[in-house]
């Protein structure tokens, strides 16, 4: 583990000095690649307005904070001993996280680590994958089960009641399949309905409507997202990591996200299964999951910068 500084409330809140970071190109002197602690496990990674990132644990449940300038970093807070897989991070500096197979989510400050409120999505098999925050609720898929969990945000940004998750289940063109099934989470370019990618062997993205859960495949035109997980929406450019390929697929959408045609393919030598993707300035970061390996408390991992195209 590294050093445990905190960082000041003022640097994780989306002040004005931080917005404007968050759209010029990272100094060449930051680091493309970043070391995480041993044994960690990453799989979800999150970057707000300010320069740092940050990762939940497979293994643990812990979330890692990194300096992006630096590479610095340490255990912001420590995890209940289940996954958190994916994490998003709003403009009020929480981070809202996906608690993999124990069917939760809980809702952490990314200053303090504090646990601010803790959520039971299923008591069943369930894996609470990844996250997408609207700004009227925070979006969770479940890759066991066809459903979206859903935390309704109110006046200010207020988190829900334990009563008050909605559970959406997903109809139309969606066909759960063996194995994992839905995964990364994303919002259309119109803002007006989710995608999510099915994360099986025909490898569909779906257009989901998030007032009735009726899903509609996205037109891809030849293109399939057999191992789809963590998206990233910019404009109407949609990347999507394809983990065991060590590849990030790049789209460009209709404004509706009901097509899109692929545009490129992101390779690098550094990507050992990466899952997810986030962006700072011109660069774009991805954990390596190193599902290829049998994982060891001495098991190392990285996280990786490649530049956008």
């Not at 994303?186 to 009726?214: I, K, N, W």
């Amino acid at each position: 583990m590294r050093l445990g500084a905190a960082v000041p409330a003022a640097l994780v809140a989306g002040s004005a000095l931080g917005a404007a970071a968050a759209h010029a190109a990272p100094a060449r002197s930051f680091p493309t690649t970043i070391a995480l602690p041993d044994g960690f496990q990453p799989e979800g990674i999150t970057i707000g307005s300010t320069p740092y990132a940050y990762f939940g644990s497979l293994a643990t449940g812990d979330v890692y904070r990194a300096s992006l300038a630096t590479g610095e970093g340490a255990v912001i807070s420590k995890g209940p001993g289940t996954a958190t897989v994916g994490l998003r991070i709003d403009h009020r500096g929480r981070l809202f996280l996906a608690g993999g197979g124990a069917g939760d989510a809980r809702v952490v400050d990314a200053c303090s680590g504090k646990i601010l409120a803790s959520y039971a999505f299923a008591t069943g098999t369930a894996f609470v994958n990844d996250v997408v925050l609207t700004p009227d609720a925070a979006w969770f898929t479940d890759s066991y089960n066809a459903v979206l969990y859903a935390l309704p945000l109110g006046p200010g940004g207020a988190l829900p009641g334990p009563g008050q998750v909605v559970r959406l289940p997903l109809t139309g063109d969606w066909h759960q399949r063996p194995d994992f099934n839905a995964n990364g989470i994303t919002r259309t370019p119109d803002h007006r309905a989710l995608l999510v990618v099915q994360a099986t062997s025909a490898g569909l993205l779906h257009r989901v409507d998030p007032g009735t859960g009726r899903t509609r495949v996205v037109d891809l035109g030849r293109a399939t997202l057999p191992n789809g997980d963590g998206m990233l929406l910019l404009g109407r450019t949609l990347y999507v990591v394809q983990q065991q390929q060590n590849a990030i697929d790049v789209f460009e959408l209709d404004e509706a996200g009901t097509s899109g045609r692929r545009t490129t393919r992101i390779t690098d030598p550094r990507f050992q299964i990466p899952t997810t993707v986030a962006v700072h300035g011109r660069r774009l970061y991805l954990p390596n999951a190193r599902f290829d390996v049998e994982p060891q408390p001495t098991t190392t991992y990285t996280a990786v910068a490649v530049d956008r195209p």
